[in-house]
């Protein structure tokens, strides 16, 4: 059974290694580092199987390839749930580590004593980064790949732990005995458990990356319809209107902009009104390009004055942006419209509706005005 495993487990911890990797180049940073180390300690395990491999070679690459594989796996992790790097501290401990392993095996000759530090290596390899990290998973399948990661670190604990307790055994003890198949099987389940679970993580990021490129306009980073429609969709749960304004706004004369000085200008102005209606909305605002030089936010729990007045303040500001101004005597500006939920609305498209009747007018107007539906303009 034990050589039964011994084949099994490199075989498919390369499987997963490459099925990783593959993740890795296409699309996920943090899958590319778990590749690599599942396809180290693939090789690792199955380096004892080798006879044509001279034995203290064996035991270097083995252990070169198990201390490989804990550092790349806590670079995944520190990858995955970024903040402060410690790579230089990682490595240099990775190096240390390997060249005391390396003299007890070329010098000492002492496979106890090899076995206690590989295991505090490779611990201390995974246990600071998951350490670094423990508080930084804000889902449910980043909690699963730092627990995952733990068991593998309480399993390598586990094993540095049985060392002691066959202290003064025979070495045979160590490799051909239920120590080996405590050390192949726990690294079997945690390891296997480690790799689904980053497996999905790299796939839980590619569909939020999907979403957001779906829900988000690639010109100003803004909301498109279909994202707006979305973060609007908590506010109506209740089957009612929620308490709130809309402001629409549209660039005045944005077509002169783009036959007179081109398209990259009009996108200058477009990203640049956008930044800034970013910047001058609540964060709680919901903002969206609305389709080519309009533009929308829906403002949660303020009243249609209060979005009046924080719309007056974005188009006051705009004469004064560098960006925005195109020329010695043009500078470009913007309507808006703006509507408040009132009782007896059936639905938040009432109040859009509203500011859109009220944009109608200021562009009708004159522009570079406020319309607030149904109350006054200002300008």
């Known amino acids: 059974m034990l050589d039964d495993l011994g084949f099994i487990l490199p075989l498919t911890m390369m499987i997963l290694g490459l099925a990783l990797l593959s993740v890795g180049l296409v699309f996920s940073r943090p899958a590319l580092f778990w590749g690599l180390g599942y396809l180290a300690a693939a090789c690792g395990f199955a380096m004892p199987l080798q006879a044509f491999i001279p034995p203290l070679v064996a035991a270097l690459l083995t252990e070169a390839l198990f201390l ?17 790097s410690i790579l230089t501290f990682r490595l240099s401990l990775s190096l240390i580590a390997y060249g005391a392993i390396a003299a007890v095996i070329v010098v000492l000759k002492d496979m106890e004593l090899e076995f206690r530090l590989s295991d505090l290596a ?3 390899s995974i246990l600071v980064p998951i350490l670094c990290v423990i508080r930084r998973p804000k889902t449910p399948v980043g909690l699963a790949l730092v627990t995952c990661a733990g068991l593998v670190a309480l399993e390598t604990v586990t094993r540095l732990t049985l060392t002691f307790l066959l202290a003064g055994a025979d070495p045979s003890t160590l490799t051909d005995s239920p120590y080996m198949m405590i050390m192949q099987g726990c690294a079997a389940l945690f390891g296997h458990l480690m790799a689904l679970a980053a497996l999905a993580h790299a796939a839980r990021d590619r569909i939020v990356r999907y979403r957001e490129d779906a829900e988000q306009d690639a010109l100003t980073g803004l909301l498109n319809r279909r994202g707006f ?12 209107v929620p308490s709130g304004a809309v402001i629409l706004c549209d660039i005045d004369h944005f077509k002169r902009i783009n036959d007179t000085l081109g398209h990259a200008a009009g996108d200058a102005v477009i990203m640049a009104f956008a930044r800034m209606m970013r910047a001058s909305l609540p964060a709680k605002a919901a903002v969206a390009r609305h389709g080519g030089e309009e533009f929308i936010a829906f403002l949660p729990g303020s009243s249609s004055a209060e979005a009046r007045s924080l719309s007056q303040t974005l188009r006051l500001r705009i004469a004064k942006t560098e960006a925005l101004m195109l020329g010695e005597d043009w500078v470009a500006t913007a309507s808006f419209g703006v ?4 009782p007896d609305d059936l639905s ?14 200021a562009k009708h107007q004159g522009r570079d005005q406020v319309v607030e539906e149904p109350m006054r303009s200002a300008a």
């Open 348 to 361: 938040l498209t009432e109040v859009i509706g509203r500011a859109d009747r009220a944009l109608y007018r």
């Open 122 to 124: 490779c611990a201390l």
């Open 68 to 84: 490989s594989a804990f550092f790349f796996y806590g670079q995944a992790l520190m990858t995955q749930f970024p903040g402060r």
């Open 339 to 342: 509507s408040g939920s009132l």
């Open 229 to 240: 429609e979305r973060a609007l969709a908590p506010h109506g749960e209740r089957g009612h």
